[in-house]
């Protein structure tokens, strides 16, 4: 099993740009929220959504990987339900919406490795899609000297 540096480091070999890391700052967020948006949409039951299964997952993935990722991913996450929930208390079409952001967000990270001049990670390895969220909080967290 491949430790949280392992995955930043392989990570990091595609997006060494300056472009491409603003792109990806703008858009990594983006998807993650658009996409929680859009699961939180599936209802279950009650109040249980497709978006609180699909992070049982991630969350078991981030947790064999680093502890404290976890926690600011799934901070994260709650901010992203939160903000979904919000949508959901207005007239707007939140599937709408939200596909719309993950539409130009994945646009905007295809864009930035074509300036980058290299695929993105994940055409590699499934998994990377899971490590571009870690990947920007390992940087607030080194800004914050929190040691991962």
Request: glycine share 4%.
């Amino acid at each position: 099993m491949k430790s949280i540096q392992q995955w930043l480091d392989e990570y990091a070999v595609s997006h060494q740009n300056a472009t491409n890391k603003l792109i990806h700052w703008i858009c990594v967020p983006s998807i993650f929220f658009s996409l929680v948006c859009l699961l939180n949409e599936v209802k279950l039951y009650q109040s249980l959504s497709l978006a609180h299964l699909v992070l049982v997952g991630a969350m078991l993935f981030y947790f064999r990987i680093s502890w404290k990722i976890a926690l600011g991913l799934l901070l994260f996450y709650f901010v992203c339900i939160w903000g979904s929930m919000q949508l959901q208390n207005t007239n707007i079409s939140v599937w709408k919406i939200a596909l719309s952001i993950f539409t130009i967000a994945w646009i905007g990270q295809f864009i930035g490795h074509k300036i980058e001049g290299k695929k993105p990670s994940f055409l590699d390895d499934i998994q990377f899609l899971l490590i571009g969220p870690a990947w920007l909080l390992s940087f607030i967290y080194k800004k914050l000297n929190i040691h991962y």
